[in-house]
């Protein structure tokens, strides 16, 4: 035997194959218990693992579709990837959040599903500002918004001029009900190009 505790080779032609057998199967679980306990010092990286492994599952679910769109049942996922079905609803919560660019469906019970969708963050933005946009806004807050889009790269600094001069003669122009009509159009033929 050497100082660590492994085989010396030197000796084998004068041990048994049984007591080979034997010393190789001891040495297996003596590795198994080390990596165990490696396992158990890391602490929460374990459950972070898991975690990752659900986001990194649901992730290639999701680019193989066309659509952006995945529809996936938890119990599924849990078998998978061996895991509780409470640990998918914390990924869920914490990793495909709107502010990541997702938006989560999730119905619970025997026919219980999940459906997500990738939204491009951008898409997400042009749908905030249509969404703060009334009859009421002054002309300042539509000026901002495309000041941010051109800020942000979602649109040129030529497209930000043009879009500026469109919504200066819009106010001076339309009725309120028409301007917004207009801006709102503008918007979203931004976003359908973006």
Request: with cysteine; charged share 25%; aromatic share 8%.
């Amino acid at each position: 035997m050497c100082e660590d505790g492994g085989l010396n080779l030197s000796v084998l032609p004068q041990i048994p194959s049984v007591a080979v057998h034997i010393w190789q199967f001891f040495s297996a679980v003596r590795a198994g218990r080390q990596f165990f306990l490696s396992v158990l010092r890391q602490g929460d990286t374990m459950s972070s693992n898991i975690a990752d492994l659900i986001e990194e599952y649901i992730l290639r679910q999701l680019a193989a579709q066309q659509d952006g769109k995945v529809e996936l049942r938890r119990t599924e996922i849990a078998d998978k990837i061996s895991c509780a079905p409470s640990q998918i609803s914390y990924v869920l919560n914490t990793r495909f959040t709107q502010e990541k660019g997702f938006t989560v469906e999730s119905r619970r019970g025997l026919g219980g599903f999940i459906r997500i969708v990738q939204v491009p963050l951008q898409n997400l933005v042009y749908q905030d500002m249509l969404e703060k946009l009334t009859e009421e806004s002054e002309p300042e807050l539509v000026q901002s918004m495309v000041r941010y889009l051109a800020q942000h790269g979602m649109i040129s600094t030529r497209e930000a001029a043009l879009v500026m001069q469109s919504v200066t003669t819009a106010y001076e122009k339309l009725e309120p009900k028409d301007r917004l009509k207009f801006i709102r159009s503008l918007l979203l033929t931004l976003e359908k190009f973006s």
